[in-house]
């Protein structure tokens, strides 16, 4: 009876061993070709990206030849160069900061103390915050501009800015922002206690930043003057 028992116990785990790697084996198609289509998603999304990038480049270069016309075509081109620098719809060059933060190569000797090893949404937020404070005229997180309507949020493990999903390390470059001044900012501060507490990266060097257009969809909206605007009536029914 005993050695029946163990022919049967055997049976069972070569059946239950056969099962499992059966699964794995019809899994594995169906794994590689999910992996083969968001690298391809990823390519395409790039790819839209750098033509955008290229048709707005066009675009500001056909609007300053439109520009050379006549004066008032000179003023109207500056106003809307104002306006896409103030949008971010064009690339920047100059000087400026950059920022590297990465995610710690220590391991946390408890758990539940994994977050303070790693970079998160909200660290990127008050970076990218500083850097304004700073003077920053423009900035950019691996190659996102940033502009007013920019979010920067965890989407699980991963940090999106612009509703695009970023890798590790993270590089913050931000034109015009004043090393002093962001030194002197409390998320700085901050950062260079952690880097010694738990060996984040924290690295900022002076330099000169290439800062790209923003390539995401620019909404526009108009103004009208309401009916009493029009008729001359200023607030409570009074003339202007």
Do not use: C
């Not at 990206?49 to 050379?68: F, P, T, Y």
């Not at 003057?225 to 009074?238: F, I, L, R, V």
């Amino acid at each position: 009876m005993l050695a029946a028992v163990f022919v049967v116990l055997g049976f069972l785990l070569v059946t239950a061993v056969a099962s499992a790697r059966a699964g794995q084996k019809q899994a594995q198609p169906r794994k590689t070709q999910l992996v083969k289509l968001i690298q391809q998603r990823r390519s395409q999304v790039a790819g839209l990206d750098k033509d955008v990038r290229k048709l707005r480049a066009e675009l500001v270069a056909a609007q300053r030849n439109e520009s050379r016309r006549s004066r008032l075509d000179s003023e109207r081109a500056k106003r809307l160069a104002d306006l896409a620098q103030a949008a971010g719809t064009t690339a920047l060059t100059g000087k400026g900061l950059e920022v590297r933060l990465s995610d710690s190569d220590k391991r946390p000797a408890e758990a539940d103390q994994t977050g303070a090893y790693r970079i998160h949404d909200a660290d990127l937020q008050l970076v990218v915050n500083a850097l304004f404070a700073a003077g920053a005229e423009a900035v950019a997180v691996n190659d996102s501009r940033i502009v007013a309507t920019t979010p920067i949020r965890a989407a699980g493990d991963t940090i999106v800015v612009n509703f695009r999903p970023l890798s590790p390390p993270y590089t913050v470059e931000a034109i015009g922002a004043n090393a002093k001044g962001f030194g002197a900012s409390e998320i700085a501060k901050r950062f260079n206690r952690w880097e010694r507490l738990f060996g984040l990266g924290f690295k900022v060097k002076e330099t000169t930043v290439a800062v790209p257009a923003y390539t995401g969809r620019v909404a526009i909206a108009t103004a009208e003057p309401t009916a009493a605007a029009t008729s001359g009536a200023g607030p409570a029914g009074q003339g202007n």
